[in-house]
């Protein structure tokens, strides 16, 4: 594609060189400039691309697109000055890939909490029409029948168009992705027209990356403006930003809740440890629920996700099959063995000896920890719940403190351990996290994760609850500069299955 095409829409603020020559690929990571490629320097909150226009055109970049004049040291055949290097990048990796987007029927999820199980969610729905589906999430990228294994929530805006061209290219109608904060503020989906557009809940998160609370509202909130209009948003109606953001919008958008909003649950609806079973009142009519994933929080991802369908004209007896077909979700309020979350005894009978229930669940910030754990006391009753967690290093201290006193107010017993400690040091970011602990149930600290998994499980009575918290589907950990691998879920049936083989009765 010609230069001058790539450019079509983008203000630029002056020119320089021929607009004619051929592009053979766009980027903004010089590491991937090729040949015929235009590189697009983007002023990072760390680094600034401007730095690597050199780098990129030794790689073989024909033209450059950045905020100032590119001090070269190599005769280039084009660049170009912008005002804007993000925007300007989202605007030409459309036009490169012939705005893909604009062929899918594309559902946006945004919120603090909820956004890949929602996202899962709505992809069971449309996986239930037999037809292929493309979804962008923290754990995936899909299109149709083919699968990456995802390294952010919401990719750069180039990879973004590549994937709505493969999903294209697959014969995909309808498709659905975690939008991320991050994504918004930083302009991966700029211009990008969503079908629907579902708002889970807002709590504290990512302050490190946004100024303050208030920033980070006005970041989620754009979404809603990427909608072709507000009675295509889908909001919760029982959040306090929520109702801000119904506000701003005005009467239009379609609500969930659990009483005043267009889709909420009959009053028999029934929260157990079988699921989720009963009915919900929408605007479609009522919709059957009977769901294996476990708890009030998904009861509202499951609202939230019905919620976008019906916007986008899914029948109800799809929808009602796409929440059939979803057994779970990884690493989310995920039941990775022992016994079941709740016992015969809790029903007055006796319970059978199979160990601890162990839930791992991703939950990784004040909000989304206090309601797994109000959600586990639900279904848990009288038996004692354990939960074990950390906090990420190089991230928002100041959520640490405040999870301590979650965790040893809700849990009977509390271990503090590290989650991916990257450049701090595991012992100063357990002592942030203490310094939240006034009274509460107890606590101990094991900063090794695998030991604190193990001695968690080990020690444990028959009837306890333990959950594991922060890391969910993630399967390394980060450590100084190292990745390692590093599964919850594995470290968790480790641990059972040598309880289990230590209390078997001998045969000899």
């Known amino acids: 594609m010609k230069l001058k095409e790539l450019l079509r829409d983008v203000p630029v603020r002056a020119t320089h060189g ?3 020559i051929e592009i053979s690929a766009v980027t903004s990571d010089s590491r991937l400039a090729v040949r015929g490629s235009l590189f697009v320097a983007i002023r990072g909150t760390r680094e600034d691309g401007a730095k690597y226009i050199n780098s990129a055109i030794e790689k073989g970049a024909a033209a450059v697109v950045a905020e100032r004049p590119p001090a070269t040291r190599h005769p280039l055949p084009a660049s170009l000055e912008v005002d804007d290097a993000r925007s300007a990048l989202a605007i030409i990796a459309a036009n490169f890939y012939g705005h893909p987007a604009e062929k899918l029927s594309l559902v946006g999820v945004t919120g603090t909490s909820g956004k890949t199980t929602t996202t ?23 299109a149709g029948d083919e699968q990456l294994v995802a390294d952010r929530t919401t990719p750069d805006a180039v990879v973004l168009q590549q994937w709505f061209a493969k999903m294209v290219e697959a014969g995909v109608k309808h498709a659905v992705m975690e939008v991320s904060s991050h994504a918004l503020a930083l302009k991966r989906t700029y211009g990008v027209r969503f079908a629907a557009a579902v708002f889970t809940n807002l709590s504290h998160e990512h302050l490190d990356f946004h100024k303050d609370f208030e920033d980070y509202f006005a970041a989620k909130r754009t979404l809603f403006f990427q909608i072709e209009s507000p009675n295509r948003a889908v909001i919760n109606a029982d959040d306090q930003y929520g109702q801000r953001l119904i506000k701003e919008l005005g009467p239009k958008p379609m609500t969930f809740g659990m009483q005043t909003a267009d889709i909420r649950p009959a009053k028999d609806f029934e929260i157990s440890t079988r699921g989720l079973h009963g009915t919900l009142q929408t605007p479609a009519g009522a919709i059957r629920v009977d769901s294996t994933l476990l708890g009030r929080p998904n009861l509202y991802n499951w609202m939230g996700a019905i919620g976008a369908a019906i916007v986008v004209g899914m029948p109800p007896k799809q929808i009602e099959g796409g929440i059939r077909n979803l057994q779970s979700v990884r690493g989310r309020f995920e039941y990775v063995g022992g016994g079941p979350p709740s016992s015969a005894a809790d029903r ?3 319970r059978s000896s199979t160990g601890p229930s162990v839930l791992v669940d991703y939950a990784h910030k004040p909000d989304a920890l206090e309601k797994l754990l109000h959600a586990v006391r639900d279904l848990a009753g009288k ?4 939960v074990l967690f950390g906090c990420g290093g190089d991230r928002d201290k100041e959520k640490r403190p405040k999870m ?17 400690p990257r450049s701090e040091k595991p012992e100063a970011i357990l002592d942030d996290i203490e310094r939240g602990i006034r009274g509460g149930n107890k606590y101990v600290r094991i900063t090794d994760r695998r030991e604190a998994i193990a001695r968690a499980i080990d020690d444990a009575r028959d009837d306890d609850v333990i959950v ?3 890391k969910g589907h993630e399967s390394y950990q980060v450590i100084g500069d190292q990745i390692v691998h590093f599964d919850d879920r594995e470290e968790a049936e480790l641990a059972l299955k040598k309880r289990h083989e230590k209390l078997a009765p001998k045969i000899m």
């Open 468 to 470: 594991i918290a922060g």
């Open 18 to 20: 021929n607009l004619d």
């Open 383 to 386: 038996r004692r719940l354990v």
């Open 348 to 350: 007055g009978g006796p």
């Open 404 to 420: 301590g006193a979650i965790a040893t107010q809700l849990a009977d017993f509390t271990i503090l351990t590290s989650d991916n």
């Open 120 to 142: 899962k969610m709505i992809e069971s729905i449309f996986d239930a029409s037999n037809e292929p589906v493309g979804l962008i999430g923290t754990i995936e990228y899909r």
